[in-house]
Antibody, heavy 121, light 108 residues
Framework: EVQLVESGGGLVQPGGSLRLSCAAS????????INWVRQAPGKGLEWVSY????????YYADSVKGRFTISRDNAKNSLYLQMNSLRAEDTAVYYC??????????????WGQGTLVTVSS | EIVLTQSPGTLSLSPGERATLSCRASQSVSSSYLAWYQQKPGQAPRLLIYGASSRATGIPDRFSGSGSGTDFTLTISRLEPEDFAVYYCQQYESSLWTFGQGTKVEIK
């Protein structure tokens, strides 16, 4: 069974940093591209970042470019999101989501349960 | 950036009725890269439809997707109690993934 489990969320002050993790199991993690997608309270979904299986290609949404860094450790079946210079508008549930390989990674076929990040003083 | 606009914002229907949800793109979208998701309160989104019209694994056949270019539709042929949720369309193009704002299907 494919599982994605996020952790690392919490309360952080504006300007602070936080590192999210996503532990994967039930599939060959090292062969899939993975994404971070977030959802502000009561709002819609926003794609945040993408990383290929080998980390050779990385993309970010403009809203987080220069502040967030995505990375992965295939030996540990884990995905990370380092978030710096956090703002109130970064408050959201952060999901890791697997790219659907047969769709050219254009959509997300499995999602974690999410971890809540709250940026507030 | 391609903007996806979903309509209506809220759809009030009774179980057994047919639901028709619209997703309109600001410019042409490859059908290969148009997807639909269902999200229930407190849960992660679930992939329903990919490639505009292909059902994801385990999705009942009462869910169907159609459309091309800038106009796409998700149809639920007969609403079951578990189908009342928020639905999002999503597209991928030029290293950017974007979602519509969602349509809430609520019990009338």
């Amino acid at each position: 069974e494919v599982q994605l489990v996020e952790s690392g969320g919490g309360l952080v002050q504006p300007g602070g940093s936080l590192r999210l993790s996503c532990a994967a199991s039930g599939f060959t993690f090292s062969t899939y591209s993975i994404n971070w997608v977030r959802q502000a309270p009561g709002k819609g979904l926003e794609w945040v970042s993408y990383i290929t299986s080998s980390s050779s290609t990385i993309y970010y949404a403009d809203s987080v470019k220069g502040r967030f860094t995505i990375s992965r450790d295939n030996a540990k079946n884990s995905l990370y999101l380092q978030m710096n210079s956090l703002r109130a508008e970064d408050t959201a549930v952060y999901y890791c989501a697997r790219g659907r390989r047969d769709s050219g990674y254009g959509c997300f076929d499995y999602w974690g349960q999410g971890t809540l990040v709250t940026v507030s003083s | 950036e391609i903007v996806l606009t979903q309509s209506p914002g809220t759809l009030s229907l009774s179980p057994g009725e047919r639901a028709t949800l619209s997703c309109r793109a600001s410019q042409s979208v490859s059908s290969s890269y148009l997807a639909w998701y269902q999200q229930k309160p407190g849960q992660a989104p679930r992939l329903l439809i990919y490639g505009a019209s292909s059902r994801a694994t385990g999705i009942p056949d009462r869910f169907s997707g159609s459309g091309s270019g800038t106009d796409f539709t998700l149809t639920i042929s007969r609403l079951e109690p578990e189908d009342f949720a928020v639905y999002y369309c999503q597209q991928y193009e030029s290293s950017l993934w974007t979602f519509g704002q969602g349509t809430k299907v609520e019990i009338k």
